[in-house]
T-cell receptor, first 114, second 111 residues
Framework: DTEVTQTPKHLVMGMTNKKSLKCEQH?????MYWYKQKAKKPPELMFV???????INESVPSRFSPECPNSSLLNLHLHALQPEDSALYLC?????????????FGSGTRLTVV | DAKTTQPNSMESNEEEPVHLPCNHS???????IHWYRQLPSQGPEYVIH???SNVNNRMASLAIAEDRKSSTLILHRATLRDAAVYYC????????????FGQGTILTVHP
């Protein structure tokens, strides 16, 4: 298995809703990442997990709450989002966080906040 | 991370070689040069990376200038499926998990 699987592929949520994005990989990768991508812009790093521990939070608002229950699974819990949070949310994984490893990305969850 | 400069867009014809340039004049000795691409409606995809020597894999070749201030990603025979945004990224040991994307080059491939 050489894929990162993200679910759901599309999500529409209201500003008062609570929802979660899920990401899964079975490549034995020990680093996992969340990125946010607005239309026509490059992906922007949100969070980095290494060995199931949060190691980098790029000053992301608390309405985004990441969770790494085990080495294969990464969640992003969403609460009280704003319309400007509408974007493509990408999950990625790599063998480790050192600079010589390539990343494998999922296809993303397209989130619309109404 | 040191900065990279890429052309905003390039065009190519199908089955012709494509040379995608990247300038990184402030590269340090420990910076690896990584290339990713993002096809429409998909997540980015790792293409290739290198440090000093030219590198080849099944997807592409990476040619690194002797002074390492520039590099070129070479697609030997472009196909319509190679139409994507190509990102050139520098990473060193201080990156610690940070893969930072610039604006990239939009490659259009004409049939």
């Amino acid at each position: 298995d050489t894929e990162v699987t993200q679910t759901p592929k599309h999500l529409v949520m209201g500003m008062t809703n609570k929802k979660s994005l899920k990401c899964e990989q079975h490549m034995g990768h020990r680093a996992m990442y969340w990125y946010k991508q607005k239309a026509k812009k490059p992906p922007e790093l949100m969070f980095v997990y290494s060995y199931e521990k949060l190691s980098i939070n790029e000053s992301v608002p608390s309405r985004f709450s990441p969770e790494c229950p085990n080495s294969s699974l990464l969640n992003l819990h969403l609460h009280a989002l704003q319309p400007e949070d509408s974007a493509l949310y990408l999950c990625a994984s790599s063998l480790g966080v050192t600079f010589n490893y390539g990343y494998t990305f999922g296809s993303g969850t397209r989130l619309t906040v109404v | 991370d040191a900065k990279t400069t890429q052309p905003n867009s390039m065009e190519s014809n199908e089955e012709e070689p494509v040379h995608l340039p990247c300038n990184h004049s402030t590269i340090s000795g420990t910076d690896y040069i990584h290339w990713y691409r993002q096809l429409p409606s998909q997540g980015p995809e790792y293409v290739i990376h290198g440090l000093t020597s030219n590198v080849n894999n099944r997807m592409a070749s990476l040619a690194i200038a002797e002074d390492r201030k520039s590099s070129t990603l070479i697609l030997h025979r472009a196909t319509l499926r190679d139409a994507a945004v190509y990102y050139c990224i520098l990473r060193d040991a201080t990156s610690y998990g940070k893969l930072t994307f610039g604006q990239g080059t939009i490659l259009t491939v004409h049939p």
